[in-house]
């Protein structure tokens, strides 16, 4: 099979689940192909680490899904590969007039999708997006749609979190060695939009507009070691090839007694050549001593400003107790923690790229409407376990903002409502009829729709901005979350809500399926 085959055999339309096709043509067969439907993406459950959780997500990789869609069809090629395949009796599992209405049809062309744009803060229970349109191909998107939304809102997320505890300090993503093969690349972009500065990864810094960012490798110091030359001379090299770029790993031999002294004199060289030092990194050992001992060091050889880049198996937790402990020990020594942490920047590799701790976000696609004549008919699934009931319906998402200006709620509502025009409004739990809110005029500043339409029959309809618009998107609606939702451990739960009419149609349907 030709390469160029093969890549787009394996990443164009046929880029599904086995069942996706299975039920397409059964729908073809059945005439509902062409039906009208609606199909809610959503998460289930907040990202949860073990030891730590969130408390809301970021969302992303929408604009990578628009153009994938846009790339995507179904071709010969693509019948004649499915026409291959056999039942158990040897029959062909896909029939002919099935594969030549693919052939003609197999496009994304008809479909409409209303979104959540990326970079919004977003909870459990809410659909990000929604599908609209023939049965068949918006059956066949779903394995590819939530490829690709659920993996780039669970990075972006993370990276938020990294965010949150970083500050205002350097945050880089170092995660393509230990990414899932060219999920790294997404992973980087989500990590972009959830809060990290830059990433290392070459190609899609490019591509977005960021320069890449590293320090060096090991392997250079060892080579030097091997033959016969000293750490001295290896940071030399570094340092001659990159004077105003030199950011030194000094961890190879030992940091502190030869990796941060070879540093120095080599900063020192730079600086009487008129060159300015960026940083040292440390990659191993206790890091928040070792960044109170480097930083010690630095200040008296006289470089104060020279950043500490810390790596190796971080997170926000462990972000979270490296500053801790460096703020407990400078107090006790009578050190400038404010200034000693403010210097800090840090790689974060493998526990970001593949969410460490949780590394799939339950996001599912459910059949929530379908289109008979002029109405949507809602469609129901049903679940011993009650939370696991979508919300039926063709609807919309609001976000409620309190008093505070603090987002308070979000309340899904049948399409034709306006909580806006609603006063006081009524909050419903999803699931349990004794818990209800109700706010009144003066507890509300404002509601805002969420769901954008971003794609209209095939054709994209919205704004993709660029990643530094989507940046002040998720730094907008983080100021707005309450602080409690966003607490590393034990986070506060944010209401997710229905109202009235959307309960009392949830309740109708569940008794009508259970009869």
Do not use: C
């Given at each position: 099979m030709p390469r160029e085959f093969r890549k787009r055999l394996t990443e164009g339309i046929l880029f599904t689940d086995q069942y996706q096709f299975a039920m397409a043509q059964l729908y073809?067969?059945?005439g509902f192909h062409e039906l009208p439907v609606q199909f809610d993406h959503f998460f289930r459950q907040y990202p949860d680490y073990g030891s730590h959780k969130a408390g809301f997500c970021v969302n992303a990789g929408l604009e990578w899904l628009l153009d994938w869609m846009a790339g995507s069809s179904f071709s010969e090629e693509d019948a004649d590969t499915l026409r291959l395949q056999r039942s158990r009796t040897g029959e062909p599992l896909f029939k002919d007039d099935f594969l030549r209405w693919m052939t003609t049809n197999g496009k994304f062309d008809a479909l409409t999708i209303h979104a959540i744009p990326e970079g919004r803060v977003v909870h459990k229970g809410v659909p990000l997006t929604v599908v609209t349109g023939p049965l068949a191909l918006a059956q066949i998107l779903e394995t590819a749609l939530l490829n690709q939304l659920n993996y780039q809102i669970l990075v972006a997320t993370k990276a938020c979190r990294l965010r949150l505890v970083c500050g205002s300090q350097l945050l880089m993503e170092f995660g393509a060695r230990r990414g899932q093969d060219r999920g790294a690349i997404a992973g980087a972009r989500a990590a972009l939009i959830g809060g990290a500065d830059y990433t290392s990864n070459v190609g899609i810094s490019h591509a977005l507009g960021y320069p890449p960012k590293g320090t060096h490798a090991h392997s250079m110091v060892q080579l030097f070691l091997a033959l016969g030359m000293p750490e001295l001379d290896a940071f030399r090299a570094f340092a001659d090839a990159y004077p105003d770029d030199c950011i030194l790993l000094v961890d190879t031999i030992n940091s502190l007694e030869s990796g941060i002294p070879n540093a120095i004199r080599v900063f020192e060289e730079l600086r009487r050549r008129g060159h300015k030092p960026v940083g040292v990194r440390?990659?191993?050992?206790?890091?928040?001593?070792?960044?109170?001992?480097?930083?010690?060091?630095?200040?008296?050889?006289?470089?104060?400003?020279?950043?500490?880049?810390?790596?190796?198996?971080?997170d926000e937790l462990s972000i979270w107790q490296i500053k801790t402990q460096i703020a407990e020990e400078a107090r006790k020594h009578g050190l400038d923690a404010d200034h000693l942490i403010g210097r800090l920047a840090y790689g974060v590799g493998t526990r970001l790229i593949t969410s460490a701790g949780d590394s799939a976000l339950g996001g599912v696609y459910k059949l929530v409407a379908v289109r008979q004549g002029d109405a949507w008919v809602p469609a129901i699934k049903l679940s011993e376990n009650l939370e696991k009931i979508p919300n039926p319906g063709n609807k919309q998402a609001?976000?409620?903002?309190?008093?505070?200006?603090k987002a308070t709620a979000d309340l899904l509502t049948l399409s034709d409502e306006n909580p806006c025009k609603e006063a006081p409004l009524l909050l419903r739990h999803p699931s349990a009829n004794d818990k209800r809110r109700v706010l009144k005029t003066e507890e509300v500043s404002g509601v805002e729709p969420l769901l954008i339409e971003a794609l209209r029959d095939g054709k994209v309809v919205c704004d993709l901005p660029p990643i530094d618009d989507l940046r002040k998107r998720r730094e907008?609606?983080?100021e707005r979350l309450d602080v409690g939702v966003k607490r590393l451990i034990n986070p506060h739960t944010y209401h997710v809500?229905?109202?009235d009419r959307l309960w009392e149609l949830k309740q109708e349907l569940i008794e009508t399926v259970k009869e």
């Open positions: 073809f067969h059945l440390l990659d191993s050992g206790d890091l928040a001593y070792l960044s109170i001992q480097t930083a010690r060091m630095l200040d008296q050889a006289g470089f104060p400003d020279v950043k500490i880049f810390l790596s190796n198996e971080l609001w976000r409620i903002y309190d008093r505070r200006e907008a609606d983080v809500s229905v109202s």
